[in-house]
């Protein structure tokens, strides 16, 4: 589907967002999921240290630009990052 709007999902731990997120993706709708989740699979896959009980600071820095590269992967040159 070609829409040029973006929607920021948010609720609580457990409300359903990412089962949201995986529903609207069944349905043909571009999502991307929440970079902090990325960033602490990937810290854990390879015994890395970015980790917010670890290193709060470096976690905060690392979860934005996950978002960036996710959201540029995904929509390209259509996305602006401000």
């Not at 609720?11 to 970079?35: F, I, M, N, R, W």
Request: charged content about 15%; hydrophobic content about 45%.
């Amino acid at each position: 589907m070609d829409n040029p709007n973006f929607y920021v999902i948010t609720g609580a731990s457990g409300a359903g967002k990412s089962t949201l997120l995986a529903a609207l993706g069944d349905l043909g709708y571009s999502a991307v999921p929440e970079a902090a989740r990325a960033v602490v699979r990937e810290q854990l896959e390879c015994n890395g240290r970015i980790l917010p009980s670890v290193d709060r600071a470096a976690f905060m820095q690392q979860s934005p630009s996950v978002m960036s590269q996710k959201l540029i992967a995904l929509f390209g040159s259509r996305c602006t990052l401000h």
